[in-house]
């Protein structure tokens, strides 16, 4: 089993020290999904919600959360990203919209957890600006897809790995 880094031998959390890393090309990409009624979809891809433009509002919210992640996860460190891209793949079928972020940086420590913000910020916003209609949208599935860069290298989720559902 792998070493958790963020704990010092007494077992109390410490940020991890990166000083002795070697400077990487790293890049996460992380996706999510949030659900919701057919009325609401509808009404988010026809523009017509009271709010405005839900979909770009989200994609501006995402990326500003990935440049602020260690703001609001403890041992996270502050990172100065150099690409954070927030995506949007309706699925009308299923009244769902996929949401996805792409995190890159030249570093010494990785932006998973930037990407898992964006992510989560970017469905948080798509239900704040839709709850007055429907507040039984369920944002679901939040998970690491691919990261790469680093001592570790690649990490490509496999769907054995992961409870998610499989996004098509």
Known sequence: MPKLTHF??????KMVDVS???ETLREAIVRGSIYM???TF???MSGKMAKGDVLSVAKVAGIMAAKRTSEIIPMCHPLNLSHVEVNFYPI???SRI???AKVRIKARTG????GLVAVAVAGLTIYDMCKAIDRGMVLTDIH?????????GTYVVRSSESGVRSKG
Do not use: F, H, N, Q
């Open 144 to 152: 690491l897809v691919k990261k790469t860069g680093g001592k570790s």
């Open 42 to 44: 509808k009404k988010i």
């Open 20 to 22: 002795g890393k070697a």
């Open 92 to 94: 009308e079928k299923e």
């Open 98 to 100: 996929d949401i996805e």
């Open 8 to 13: 010092d031998k007494k077992g109390r959390a």
């Open 111 to 114: 932006v998973e957890m930037e």
């Open 37 to 39: 009624k057919p009325a």
